[in-house]
């Protein structure tokens, strides 16, 4: 199992992380719960995970990164103009929120389904299951390899990525 190392594989660090689970989830939630029963390697697992997710060009990001040798996709410099895009605490949130949404096992049976795509289901006799195009694509309606439910693209990360929604 690789070290969380900020920079190279993570874009946050497990005291970040620890950070951002008490100041916005209620310690009794299922999530804070949920988190606090993980190691600190499975913390890990789960941030280098979520960042690997994000760490991709499929994002269509905005610039360029700062050092074509870096190894994350962040910082980020429009060339044009030279301002420099790093991440913030909007962001931060966004990768734990993007770290339990993979991860954390569905608290109901409608979780599952809903996290699974399912917008609607019926079976009076003649099955039906309709999925959402809820998730992030480069192109509209079409599903891609992020899986990143829309909602929590715009609000955590849309401010950097040139992706139209």
């Known amino acids: 199992m690789s070290q969380l190392v900020v920079g ?94 993979d991860n954390k096992p569905s608290f109901s049976n409608f979780d599952m389904l809903t996290k699974s795509g399912v917008t609607s289901f019926s079976d009076g006799g003649g099955m039906s299951v309709k999925f959402s195009d809820n998730i992030v694509s480069r192109n509209t309606g079409e599903n891609n390899n992020l899986r990143i439910p829309n909602e929590m693209f715009k609000t955590y990360f849309m401010k950097y990525s040139l992706l139209v929604m």
């Open 8 to 101: 190279e594989n993570s874009f946050i660090s497990l005291e970040e992380a620890n950070s951002i689970i008490a100041d916005n989830y209620m310690s009794t939630s299922n999530e804070a719960t949920w988190w606090s029963g993980l190691s600190d390697s499975d913390k890990s697992v789960v941030i280098i995970s979520a960042t690997n997710k994000l760490n991709n060009e499929q994002c269509r990001w905005i610039g360029q990164r700062v050092n074509d040798n870096q190894s994350l996709s962040f910082p980020r410099i429009n060339k044009r103009n030279g301002a420099v895009y790093d991440i913030d605490s909007i962001f931060k949130l966004g990768i734990v929120e993007l770290a339990i949404n």
